[in-house]
């Protein structure tokens, strides 16, 4: 009988120590190879930690003590005997050599056969996504515990602060997933496990054997009804039926979106029931001096976002220079070609265009502004990638259009109607969100007249755009109206200089105020 040291794994770089957050398991259970026995949290993450052995768990570290890296977190006293005793639960004590039979009996039970077929466990691990992504969200599951999958097949969604993207499996086997949908996981850890199996006949057994009652039991629990562990406890604790809620993940499973959207349908969903009780949660609302309140937990997306632009404010010295644009000449040149504009190019001719081609120009000028600080060197970009930033369900995302200074208008606009609709669907890929050199925002789009728009990191600056408004300004001497955007740059000035900064919105408004000069390039 051997006994198995289970220490604080390296959760990433920088990471020194962890809190235990919940056991999932006691003091003296049996616990599975790669079963989940603990979370962990760090100040980047929250983790899940696998036993590395089946056996007795005897813990050592309590919920809310903090270790170091490297500190033992429990042991665990694996037998030689102990191993049969793993599928008794899952099939009635069944023989030996009766795992085959015992799989129908419980989608659980190709997962407790499948060391039988080679005996070897892939791990499959949260790949590297991206330069400055650290971790990634769990969004949603396509495969169940428990199932066979194939080389390539698409396990489950992955939510990074910048894109979402599909994990393939690695190999072909039966899967055990470790990570649950909500969590957040460092890249490099543990999200699932795979058994590999000599092939597909693994999961045959379970659909063409005798037993065919159990099947839709398994099948009913991931109906359309079904909600992710994140989603039922929302649900929970908001008092909603999974019933009454529409699922917008696989299979129509109910995703955390949908259960934090579901409180607005909840009242709704009460009077469709019985229809008396109707009057009642109307008059609620109107008592008078009612202090509600309500609780609702980070995103891990929305955490993720939060932390990097606390980030830039402290890694940066950045600082924003204002100036006002007059757009009567954008607007008259719009007017006059906008219909001939669409006729040809078959897309709109918006305010977006003038701006990215004023920026690229502006850029050639000013360089220092297309520059970001790499270590102790200053990278210089002989191309302008454009981040355009759009507001979608998920949060501000921020994609990319590439080598802008080469493209025209029309395609421009294309270039921004396509990321626009990818972004809102979801569908935005990581070579869509990456790689940026500088990044222009409209928060006028939404009303705002002025801000200090974040930068975008490890981009040097920002320009922000805002609401176009009628003022009386002084034009050859006289007091005239014209529609005025205020513009705003925010640049790091541990690399742009003040005049530099000046110099570079003075030229974008030059170009914007005279667009002819965009045309012939002066």
């Known amino acids: 009988m051997a006994e198995i040291e289970i220490k604080v794994p390296p959760v990433g770089e920088s990471i020194t120590e962890v809190t235990i957050g919940n056991w999932f398991k006691n003091d003296g259970d049996f616990v599975k190879m790669d079963e989940v026995i603990c979370g962990l949290d760090s100040d980047k993450a929250t983790f899940e930690l696998t036993a590395e052995a089946e056996g007795i768990l005897h813990i050592k570290a309590q919920e809310g003590d903090t270790l170091n890296i490297g500190d033992l977190i429990a042991t665990i006293e694996a037998a030689n005997g102990v191993a049969p005793k793993e599928t008794a639960p899952k099939a009635e004590a069944a023989a030996p050599a009766a795992p085959v039979a015992a799989e129908p009996v419980k989608a659980e039970a190709p997962a407790a056969a499948a060391p039988a077929a080679t005996g070897q466990v892939y791990e499959m691990k949260v790949p590297a996504v991206g330069e400055s992504i650290s971790e990634v969200t769990i969004a949603s599951w396509s495969k169940k515990d428990g199932d066979y999958v194939a080389v390539d097949e698409i396990l489950c969604e992955l939510e990074s602060d910048k894109a979402t993207f599909e994990l393939p499996a690695e190999a072909a086997g039966i899967l055990t997933i470790v990570g649950k949908e909500g969590d957040t996981l460092a890249i490099g850890a543990v999200i699932c496990t795979i058994a590999v199996t000599t092939g597909a006949p693994v999961a045959a057994p379970a659909q063409t054997s005798a037993p065919a009652a159990p099947a839709p039991a398994a099948d009913k629990a991931y109906s359309e009804k079904h909600a992710s562990p994140v989603a039922a406890k929302i649900l929970a604790e908001k008092g909603i039926d999974p019933k009454d809620v529409n699922g917008s993940g696989s299979g129509g499973k109910i995703m955390k979106d949908d259960a934090l959207k579901a409180e607005k349908a909840a009242p709704s969903a009460a009077p469709a029931a019985a229809k008396p009780a109707a009057p009642a949660p ?48 954008v607007m008259d040149l719009r007017a006059k070609f906008k219909d001939k504009f669409k006729e040809k190019h078959e897309v709109g001719l918006g305010f977006m265009s003038f701006f990215v081609k004023a920026v690229t120009v502006a850029l050639k000028d000013f360089p220092v502004i297309n520059a970001q600080i790499d270590g102790e060197e200053l990278v210089y970009n002989d191309f302008a990638d454009i981040s355009v930033a759009v507001s979608t369900p998920r949060g501000l995302v921020v994609p990319v259009i590439r080598n802008a200074e080469t493209l025209s208008f029309a395609a421009i606009e294309k270039e921004i109607v396509r990321l626009a609709v990818r972004a809102r669907d979801g569908k935005l890929g990581l070579d869509e969100m990456s790689g940026g050199t500088f990044t222009i925002t409209n928060g006028g789009t939404f009303g705002s007249m002025l801000s200090t728009p974040i930068i975008n990191a490890p981009q040097s600056a920002i320009l922000g755009m805002h609401n176009i408004v009628e003022r009386p300004v002084v034009v050859d001497g006289q007091i005239v109206v014209r529609p005025i955007m205020y513009v705003a740059l925010s640049y790091d000035h541990r690399t742009i200089d003040g005049k530099d900064s000046v110099s570079f919105l003075v030229r974008v408004k030059q170009l914007l105020e005279d667009p002819m000069r965009l045309l012939l390039d002066m």
């Open 282 to 329: 109307a008059a609620a609302p109107a008592v008078a001096g009612a202090r509600a309140s309500r609780r609702e937990k980070m995103s891990s997306l929305r955490k993720t976002i939060a932390r990097r632009l606390v980030a830039v404010k402290n890694e940066t010295a950045m600082l924003t220079t204002f100036n006002e644009v007059d757009m009567k000449p």
